[in-house]
């Protein structure tokens, strides 16, 4: 008898655990338009409209107020959303120091590397924050799921500036103390039409890991306006990062979070 190799068992698992997610997001967003893996070989259509346009049908309702922290630790994502092989976080990943603390002289390529590495695409909160980490046991991925309020019309300005980024930093050159030179590239993550207003990036570091052995960072970041709200997801690793896990985990997130802002509304 062959026995399947480690690294099948983890796409075959990985794949398993996305079906669930795919499947759970559809059921919420009833006939939304949510991004799907396709089959190999088969092209993605490309997006109709930036991911950072704001539909008109999507603006915040008048009068919408900012939860309070128990409300946003309650909208949080864990790993029961997501299923084995994830689970809670277990510390910060390794990558982050070795490969994403790194300089460039570009000033908006560095601008975001810089947000990444510091966890602040949109600076300090502004009000209540929650956070979440999880963890991707087979591949040592690692999500990491915020909640926060800041000012609607400064995400706004950010998720527009983030929609240029492609084109500004889609290949540059980088410098990290753990990994000396990297070939950066940064490309659009389609996201599905969640929230109010959205953007979604996929960049990738190639370079060497510390011992001189070859790596390669991916990392895929959503955020999304949702009222008041903010959510920022960014998933990472050095192994196999699918971003349908971001996508799916982008409209799961932003639904649950507007289903307790909607709550909240018939209270008062």
Known sequence: ????????????????????????????????????????????????????????????????????????????????????PWVAGRGAATWRDGMLKARTENADCHRLL?????EELFGPPSGPSATATLDDASTDSQLRYQLAA??????????????TLPEKCERFEATAAGAGGLLVEVAELPLPEAGDARAGLRLTMTGEASGGAP?????????????????????????TVLPEVTQ????????????IGRQERLRV
Do not use: F, K
């Not at 009068?63 to 994502?77: D, M, P, V, W, Y």
């Not at 810089?114 to 510091?118: N, Q, R």
């Not at 985990?249 to 507007?258: E, H, N, S, V, W």
């Open 150 to 163: 800041h000012p609607p019309a400064d995400v706004d300005r950010v998720l527009s500036w983030m929609g």
């Open 1 to 84: 008898m062959t026995h399947a190799p480690a690294a099948a068992r983890v796409l075959l698992a990985s794949a398993l655990s996305v079906t669930a997610l795919l499947t759970t997001a559809s059921c919420l967003a009833g006939d939304r338009d949510v991004p799907r893996a396709l089959p190999a070989g088969v092209p993605e259509e490309p997006p109709a409209s930036p991911s950072a346009a704001a539909s008109p049908a999507a603006r915040p309702s008048p009068g919408a107020q900012t939860l309070n922290e128990e409300q946003l630790r309650a909208a949080l994502l864990t790993e029961a959303d997501l299923g084995e």
């Open 114 to 118: 810089d947000s990444l590495y510091t």
């Open 248 to 259: 799916a985990m982008t409209q799961l997130g932003a639904d649950r979070l507007t289903e």
């Open 215 to 239: 790596a390669r960072l991916t990392v895929t970041v959503a955020a999304v306006r949702v009222g008041e709200e903010t959510i920022t997801l960014t998933n990472g690793g050095l192994g």
